[in-house]
């Protein structure tokens, strides 16, 4: 059967939910927005249009959005193409709406979970098999409108035409980058990106007790390896102690057995202080850094220096030459032993979760860089660096290989990519060409 969305139903008018809704209005799809109360999806619907940023571009597009409740209107689903889920993160409230979602949804309309971390096996588990079906995870990220990844995920029993329909909705008239992600836990970007900043801020603790200031430490973690300006704790900062200590709650619960992250799932104990004090980051005015607004409206940055406990004026950094970009990996000095701990680790775990997250590098690559704003996915950054001098490194300190370098070995080839990047090695030591994206 060939599938097609023309409309969208969006259960949950939350931060996901609006954005969502406001993005399918904006590229002039039907909308039903139905959330707990009329009041609250009125109030979505204010902030699909008004909020900061909006998430339609273009008000007038606000008449593709009809509003409704849960409790009242759910039957109206009947004339959408897609039932996109995106209420509260848990799991009892999801199989609930789905089990009434399945007796009242058309034939042939498809069916996601915009969940952040619950299985999809879990939230099928005792519903129809017609649901199991027709439904995929569809994993935005925020704010919808501007990241570019989504993460595409099918259970075992989804069926190729309902991955399709998704593929080509949100790929094509949605524009988001799709990638193909297994049923696992955090899927690709937050299972790579969570590993870096929990494994990130232990072994920076190492480093701060050496004398490592923070913000050489966010100078190391952003441009010299093709990260965000904001760096480790300025990233930590934005996210939210909060949101982090759910994601590794989370993964404590769901991680596989001898997984790396397994020893990063809690905090380092400074920074389950702030955590405990509810100095969260940016939303409750400060975590890591803060800006002050002075009487003569200058405004200051300060750190909260993790070893004195105490606010301090931010440092400014400015890093030696052979430390500004990706070689400072594998500089044999302090900084480069710290960006190699950091980053390298985080490259070496990347490497080992294939075919277990993704079927291949180039979905790996492509989340990174459209979900965590790297300039290069671990693959690339392997590439640039040399795969065998990483090898050679490794071989060296006795690590073992972790699976994609174990193939590039195996192989005997030199790079993951090659051609220009229009070829990729896989999993069977063989290149492949790379999807259009
Ligand atoms: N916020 C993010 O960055 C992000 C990113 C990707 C995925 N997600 C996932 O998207 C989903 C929604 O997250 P969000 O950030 O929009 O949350 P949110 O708290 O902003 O919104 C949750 C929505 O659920 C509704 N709701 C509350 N209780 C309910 C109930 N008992 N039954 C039905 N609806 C109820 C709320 O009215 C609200 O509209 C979650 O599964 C979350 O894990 C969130």
């Not at 599938?3 to 939910?17: C, D, E, P, Q, W």
């Not at 390896?225 to 102690?241: A, H, M, Q």
């Not at 404590?252 to 057995?257: F, Q, R, S, T």
């Not at 190699?340 to 294939?354: K, V």
Request: glycine residues 10%; charged residues 25%; hydrophobic residues 40%.
């Amino acid at each position: 059967m060939s599938r097609k969305i023309n409309s969208v139903a969006v259960l949950g008018g939350g931060t996901m939910g609006a954005g969502i809704a406001g993005l399918c209005a904006e590229r002039d799809c039907k909308v039903l927005l139905l959330d707990v109360s009329l009041e609250v999806a009125e109030k979505a619907l204010e902030r699909i249009v008004g909020g900061r940023p909006p998430a339609l571009d273009t008000p007038e597009k606000a008449a593709n959005i009809t509003l409704g409740t849960l409790e009242d209107d759910l039957e109206k689903i009947a004339d959408y193409d897609w039932i996109c889920e995106a209420v509260i993160e848990d799991l009892a409230t999801k199989q609930a709406l789905f089990a009434r979602i399945e007796k009242v949804r058309k034939v042939g309309s498809v069916v996601s979970s915009n969940t952040s971390g619950i299985p999809l096996r879990d939230i099928i588990e005792g519903l129809p098999d017609t649901l199991a079906a027709d439904i995929a995870i569809t994993h935005f990220f925020n704010p919808v409108k501007v990241m570019r990844l989504m993460e595409l995920v099918p259970s075992d029993k989804t069926t190729p035409d309902v991955m399709e329909a998704f593929s080509d909705f949100c790929g094509g008239t949605l524009g988001k980058g799709v990638v193909y992600a297994k049923d696992t836990v955090n899927f690709i970007g937050n299972r790579i990106g969570c590993f870096w900043m929990l494994m990130g801020l232990h072994r920076a603790n190492v480093a701060l007790n050496q004398g490592v200031d923070m913000e050489t430490i966010d100078a190391l973690m952003s441009t010299p390896v093709g990260l965000p300006p904001t760096g480790l704790y300025g990233l930590v900062d934005l996210i939210g102690l909060d949101v982090m200590d759910f994601v590794g709650k989370n993964l404590a619960l769901n991680l596989p057995k001898f997984d790396l992250g397994e020893g990063f799932t809690d905090f380092p104990a400074s920074v389950q202080a702030l955590f405990d004090r509810g100095q969260l980051g940016r939303k409750t005015g400060g975590g890591f850094y803060r800006v002050q607004k002075l009487d003569d409206g200058s405004k200051k940055k300060e750190t909260f220096d993790l070893k004195s406990g105490d606010w301090r004026p931010t440092k400014s950094i400015t890093l030696k030459k052979e430390h500004r970009d990706l070689t400072v990996l594998l500089a044999d000095d302090p900084l480069g032993w710290l960006a190699w701990d950091l980053m390298g680790e985080t490259l070496l775990y990347a490497a080992g979760l294939l075919p277990q997250i993704a079927d291949d590098i180039v979905n790996i690559d492509r989340a990174m860089r459209w979900g965590f704003a790297w300039t290069n996915g671990p693959f690339q950054m392997l590439d640039a660096l040399g795969p065998l001098k990483v090898i050679e490194k490794l071989e060296a300190m006795e690590g073992e290989l972790p699976k994609m370098l174990k193939v590039l070995q195996d192989s005997g080839e030199t790079h993951f990519y090659r051609n220009e990047g229009a070829e990729y090695l896989g999993l069977d030591g063989a290149y492949h060409p790379v999807p259009g994206e």
